[in-house]
Protein backbone atom coordinates (compact mmCIF):
# COMPACT_ATOMS: atom_id res chain seq x y z
CA UNK A 1 0.00 0.00 0.00
CA UNK A 2 1.24 3.37 -0.53
CA UNK A 3 -0.22 7.21 0.74
CA UNK A 4 -0.30 9.80 -1.09
CA UNK A 5 0.58 13.88 -0.69
CA UNK A 6 -0.15 16.46 -3.00
CA UNK A 7 1.26 19.86 -2.36
CA UNK A 8 2.17 23.31 -4.60
CA UNK A 9 -1.29 24.40 -5.39
CA UNK A 10 -1.96 27.99 -5.44
CA UNK A 11 -3.20 31.49 -7.31
CA UNK A 12 -1.63 32.17 -10.45
CA UNK A 13 -2.14 34.19 -13.26
CA UNK A 14 -3.02 32.86 -16.64
CA UNK A 15 0.01 32.27 -19.00
CA UNK A 16 2.28 31.28 -15.53
CA UNK A 17 3.48 28.15 -14.01
CA UNK A 18 3.63 25.98 -10.98
CA UNK A 19 4.65 22.41 -9.93
CA UNK A 20 2.74 20.49 -8.01
CA UNK A 21 4.70 17.43 -6.17
CA UNK A 22 3.07 14.12 -5.00
CA UNK A 23 4.90 12.33 -2.07
CA UNK A 24 5.24 8.90 -1.85
CA UNK A 25 5.42 6.84 1.21
CA UNK A 26 4.48 3.27 2.40
CA UNK A 27 5.54 0.18 -0.31
CA UNK A 28 8.92 1.73 -2.72
CA UNK A 29 7.40 4.34 -5.01
CA UNK A 30 9.32 3.66 -7.88
CA UNK A 31 7.14 -0.10 -7.91
CA UNK A 32 4.38 2.53 -9.09
CA UNK A 33 3.06 3.71 -11.59
CA UNK A 34 1.75 7.46 -10.87
CA UNK A 35 -0.54 9.92 -12.51
CA UNK A 36 -2.05 13.02 -12.15
CA UNK A 37 -5.72 13.65 -12.56
CA UNK A 38 -8.21 17.33 -12.00
CA UNK A 39 -11.54 17.89 -11.39
CA UNK A 40 -13.62 21.13 -12.24
CA UNK A 41 -16.15 22.36 -10.08
CA UNK A 42 -19.63 20.90 -11.86
CA UNK A 43 -17.06 18.39 -13.95
CA UNK A 44 -16.30 14.92 -13.72
CA UNK A 45 -12.79 13.90 -12.88
CA UNK A 46 -10.15 13.95 -15.80
CA UNK A 47 -6.74 12.34 -16.72
CA UNK A 48 -4.48 14.37 -16.88
CA UNK A 49 -0.98 12.53 -17.33
CA UNK A 50 0.50 9.64 -15.89
CA UNK A 51 4.65 8.46 -15.42
CA UNK A 52 5.03 4.45 -15.46
CA UNK A 53 6.47 2.39 -13.06
CA UNK A 54 9.20 0.81 -14.85
CA UNK A 55 10.32 2.37 -18.07
CA UNK A 56 9.30 6.18 -16.96
CA UNK A 57 7.17 6.77 -19.84
CA UNK A 58 5.00 9.52 -19.69
CA UNK A 59 1.59 9.63 -21.52
CA UNK A 60 -0.71 13.32 -21.09
CA UNK A 61 -3.99 14.50 -22.09
CA UNK A 62 -4.24 16.46 -25.31
CA UNK A 63 -5.38 19.62 -23.56
CA UNK A 64 -2.44 19.56 -21.43
CA UNK A 65 0.33 18.33 -24.57
CA UNK A 66 3.02 20.35 -24.42
CA UNK A 67 2.43 22.83 -21.57
CA UNK A 68 2.46 20.03 -18.60
CA UNK A 69 5.11 17.44 -17.41
CA UNK A 70 5.37 14.61 -15.15
CA UNK A 71 8.80 13.79 -13.93
CA UNK A 72 9.87 11.51 -10.85
CA UNK A 73 12.36 11.57 -8.55
CA UNK A 74 12.24 7.63 -7.39
CA UNK A 75 15.30 9.03 -4.49
CA UNK A 76 12.14 11.01 -2.95
CA UNK A 77 9.96 8.78 -3.59
CA UNK A 78 7.97 12.18 -5.36
CA UNK A 79 6.60 12.80 -8.66
CA UNK A 80 6.06 16.01 -10.03
CA UNK A 81 3.91 18.02 -12.39
CA UNK A 82 5.16 20.99 -13.82
CA UNK A 83 2.63 23.01 -15.38
CA UNK A 84 3.45 26.06 -17.91
CA UNK A 85 1.33 28.34 -19.74
CA UNK A 86 -1.52 27.86 -17.66
CA UNK A 87 -4.95 29.01 -18.74
CA UNK A 88 -8.02 29.79 -16.55
CA UNK A 89 -9.39 26.29 -17.72
CA UNK A 90 -6.53 24.54 -15.43
CA UNK A 91 -8.31 25.56 -12.60
CA UNK A 92 -9.55 22.19 -10.98
CA UNK A 93 -8.23 20.25 -7.52
CA UNK A 94 -5.81 18.36 -8.75
CA UNK A 95 -5.33 14.57 -7.67
CA UNK A 96 -2.37 12.39 -7.81
CA UNK A 97 -2.99 8.91 -8.39
CA UNK A 98 -1.04 5.78 -8.18
CA UNK A 99 -1.15 1.97 -9.76
CA UNK A 100 1.58 -1.21 -8.26
CA UNK A 101 3.01 -2.17 -11.08
CA UNK A 102 0.00 -1.00 -13.94
CA UNK A 103 -2.13 1.98 -14.56
CA UNK A 104 -5.94 1.32 -14.46
CA UNK A 105 -8.69 4.57 -15.77
CA UNK A 106 -9.49 4.37 -11.91
CA UNK A 107 -6.39 3.87 -10.05
CA UNK A 108 -6.19 2.07 -6.57
CA UNK A 109 -4.59 4.77 -4.45
CA UNK A 110 -5.57 8.57 -4.65
CA UNK A 111 -4.24 11.72 -2.85
CA UNK A 112 -6.36 14.30 -1.45
CA UNK A 113 -5.99 16.86 -3.87
CA UNK A 114 -4.70 20.22 -3.99
CA UNK A 115 -6.44 23.43 -5.34
CA UNK A 116 -5.07 25.43 -8.32
CA UNK A 117 -6.57 28.19 -9.49
CA UNK A 118 -5.80 30.27 -13.03
CA UNK A 119 -7.02 34.11 -13.03
CA UNK A 120 -7.75 35.61 -16.14
Known amino acids: QVQLVESGGGLVQAGGSLRLSCAASGRTASSYSMGWFRQAPGKEREFVGNIWWAAGNTYYADSVKGRFTISRDNAKNTVYLQMNSLKPEDTAVYYC?????????????WGQGTQVTVSS
Open 97 to 109: AADYKTWKPNPDY
